[in-house]
């Protein structure tokens, strides 16, 4: 059993040395935290110049923990050891802290640094990794796991209210400035005219890793700052995506981290990986594994051109009853509103095809984070859900036409693998007595979390002042035909003229459901393999000064990447030949005449990443009519 956590960047607006006076004030002991029975120092060692000091202290805790654990644990009291390294010059404390109690039992690790925020030098950084793995616990592994959990969380909130309590405490006691430290026989200020040439170096990498450079080893500095770019701060979490708990900011900083360093490509928002983290119970691989198969299927279908490049045909423009409204719900959320009863489902079908209905329902997903952005831009605070309104008067049989129905649950699956947890609340109102009917067909097929959040309102169920829509949404927000005083600025829908229908044959268009393309200009090509099998793209070089460029994502599982050539004449009936199926035997096994070379080394590619790789024929000395094969 192995746990982590990271956390995001916590700042505290006070200089460096004024935050470390209040750190130092927490020991012999600390009466905020009760666990923390006390800590003696057992050796400190301080540098020549007095910059750096070294505290080792062995701490003593007493866990909550229930009776029986005791009782079989035999101990009243736990023991961590804590190391302290304190760069007075570099301004950055680094604490290592680890369990000395059932070492050989299980294993928790703690490293947390202080150092000088990036951009303001009188503010201060916090940041903390921390490490946990059970062995064997006389088979008591899951409840230690859940105590060990309960009690590091608990103390990480009541962390920064310690360091806060004490700051304050010195404030109380009238102490208003602490000297930054300055080396023997340099004044202060001319300390700080020289910090520019003293610490170069320093500041140099301060700057690129954003949080300053460690005063220990660089083994453990590479740990704690693995790129600058994936950390997060406490208070722009809390601004932009609300008030998250320690597990779930943790998760968010490592989905981030892992995507900075596998993914080439660029990062999606934290609110969207939020969204997928939040889908799959903040489990950071079952999310990764989410976001990485909805990030090759945009890419695949170029959903990130779709709002410029695809205008609903004059059809929809004309007869679908759907749109935005102006105004939000309570909860700040975008609504949408569609008349489902009003919708001509085999009219709409036969109109623009299936690949016209799901680009538009993608195309509505895709407003809907937009204007999830606007209204986080504009209520200064984070939104990311919208809400929908579906009238189902007028909902009948008719709207049970199987090929409908097909595509509805094809819109479904692309909904829930790709836009997960968008949906805030969902009113059903002005159902009709075949609605139990249509609710049975299509509610399987419905996250069971977005089930939740539907609210079912028969006849005039809706206009009722408690309990009504106008309990979710102010009246301007409601459409008039609802009851509320909102003008709409989509159609009523209506039946549409069969002069509007493609000569698609019905038969085919059911058929060609489970294949949807929602893009068919797209580029990328799918092949599965199983395992020692091979995938080969042989490519001929026509030309001088020709590069190639390979670019392919892994959905799932690990392989290895590599380009050979040759110069051997190569009996390939097109200048563009196809790829080969899935191999059992390399192409330089099958055929040893090629005297094939490596162009480039074997690129390892893990689950979930993304690659691109260029290759230049100059470089290899190629010429007109060598062969490339890529080799998967």
Not at 80 to 85: A, C, H, L, S
Not at 209 to 226: F, P, V
Not at 546 to 555: E, K, L, S
Request: glycine share 6%.
């Amino acid at each position: 059993m192995v746990q982590t956590y990271t956390s995001p960047i916590r700042v505290y607006k006070t200089p460096f040395e004024f935050v470390m006076a209040a750190y130092e004030k927490r020991f012999p002991t600390c009466k905020m935290i009760p666990i923390f029975v006390g800590s003696e120092i057992t050796s400190e060692i301080t540098s020549e110049d007095k910059a750096v000091t070294v505290i080792e202290r062995r701490c003593k805790l007493n866990v909550d923990a229930p009776y029986l654990l005791r009782k079989i644990a035999g101990v009243e009291f736990v023991y961590f050891i804590q190391k302290n390294t304190l760069d007075r010059r570099r301004r950055t404390l680094v604490i290592e802290a680890w369990n000395e109690s059932f070492a050989s039992r299980l294993v928790i690790r703690e490293t947390c640094k202080y150092s000088v925020h990036p951009d303001n030098d009188d503010w201060t950084c916090f940041e903390q990794d921390a490490h946990l793995e059970i062995k064997s616990f006389f088979g008591f592994e899951n409840a230690v796991e859940k105590l060990a959990i309960k009690q590091y969380m608990a103390n990480i909130v009541k962390g920064k209210e310690v360091i806060d309590h004490y700051i304050q405490e010195l404030i109380d006691e009238g102490v208003t400035h602490i000297p930054r430290f300055v080396p023997t026989g340099i004044t202060e200020d001319s300390a700080l005219d020289q910090s520019g040439i003293e610490d170069e170096i320093t500041l140099s990498s301060l700057n690129h890793m954003a949080l300053g450079a460690t005063a220990s080893s660089m083994t453990m500095d590479k740990r704690i700052h693995r790129d600058s770019l994936y950390k997060l701060d406490a208070d722009y979490i809390h601004r932009c995506l609300g008030d998250l708990d320690p597990v779930e900011e943790s998760r968010i900083v490592e989905l981030k981290q892992w995507l900075q360093e596998h993914h080439k490509e660029k990062i999606p928002s934290d609110a969207h990986l939020l969204r997928f983290l939040r889908a799959r119970g903040f489990n950071v691989e079952k999310g990764r594994e989410m976001l990485c198969r909805s990030l090759i299927w945009r890419k695949q279908h170029q959903i990130d051109r779709l709002l410029k490049s695809w205008h609903p045909p004059d059809v929809l423009k004309t007869f679908f009853p759907g749109g935005w409204m102006d105004g939000y719900d309570d909860g700040g959320r975008p609504v949408f509103v569609l008349r489902l009863g009003n919708l001509d489902v085999k009219g709409v079908l036969r109109s623009i095809g299936v690949d016209g209905m799901l680009k538009l329902a993608i195309t509505i997903c895709e407003e809907g984070l937009v204007k999830c952005e606007e209204a986080t831009r504009v209520q200064q605070r984070p939104v990311s859900y919208w809400a929908c309104i579906f009238d189902l008067e007028g909902l009948s049989m008719r709207h049970l036409w199987r090929p409908g129905l097909k595509v509805l649950y094809r819109i479904i699956e692309v909904f829930e693998a790709n836009y997960p947890e968008t949906m805030g609340r969902v009113f059903l109102v002005r159902c009709p007595r075949v609605f139990p009917i249509l609710w049975t067909l299509v509610s399987p097929f419905i996250d069971e979390n977005t089930r939740k959040k539907f609210i079912i309102y028969g006849g005039e169920d809706h206009q009722q002042p408690e309990g009504g829509l106008t309990e979710y949404l102010d009246g301007k927000s409601i459409p008039k035909f609802l009851g509320g005083d909102a003008e709409c600025g989509f159609p009523e829908g209506g039946i549409i003229p069969r002069s509007h229908y493609l000569p698609d044959d019905l038969a085919e268009m059911e058929s060609g459901i489970d294949s949807i393309s929602i893009n068919s200009e797209s580029l990328y090509q799918s092949v599965s393999l199983i395992k020692d099998s091979y995938h080969e793209v042989p490519v001929i070089v026509h030309d001088a000064g020709t590069v190639i460029t390979y670019d392919f994502d892994v959905c799932k599982g690990d392989c290895i990447f590599t380009v050979l050539f040759t110069t051997s004449a190569v009996k390939i009936p097109s200048s563009t030949p196809p790829a080969s199926p899935a191999l059992q035997t390399s192409i330089s096994v099958i055929h040893p005449d090629l005297k094939l070379k490596e162009v480039v080394r074997p690129i390892p590619c893990s689950d979930g990443s993304s690659e691109q790789v260029s290759v230049c024929e100059q470089s290899n000395k190629l010429t007109r009519g060598n062969t490339l094969t890529e080799d998967t």
